[in-house]
């Protein structure tokens, strides 16, 4: 599974939650292969929320929190955990409609 991150410092950059959810939308239609799609919104006081998508078949699955938190929280070569970021809050997504 391939990841694409998304950062959204709030206090630079103002993000539209629709604008967002449009942009994975359309990374779920145009993919040929099965990826991924996290979300992460930094808020001023260093804490962040982090949500994430399974993208294939055209489809944008929303991994519910602990989905979000095992995929993150994984080392991708040996597969062993590792520590979850300081501040960090591992939500559910919301669905996408494509």
Do not use: Q
């Not at 630079?12 to 939308?25: E, G, N, P, S």
């Not at 239609?29 to 994430?52: C, N, Q």
């Not at 929303?62 to 989905?67: N, T």
Request: charged share 25%.
């Amino acid at each position: 599974m391939s990841v694409l991150p998304f950062h959204n410092f709030g206090e630079f950059t103002d993000v539209d939650a629709d604008a967002v959810l449009d942009v994975i939308a359309l990374l779920s239609l145009t993919s040929g292969r099965i990826g991924g799609a996290v979300v992460r919104t930094k808020h001023r006081d260093d804490t962040s929320r982090v949500l994430g998508w399974r993208l294939g078949d055209c489809t944008a699955d929303p991994l519910g929190r602990a989905g979000i938190f095992t995929d993150f929280c994984t080392d991708a070569v040996t597969g062993e955990p590792i520590p979850s970021e300081p501040g960090a809050e591992y939500a559910d997504a919301p669905p996408v409609r494509a």
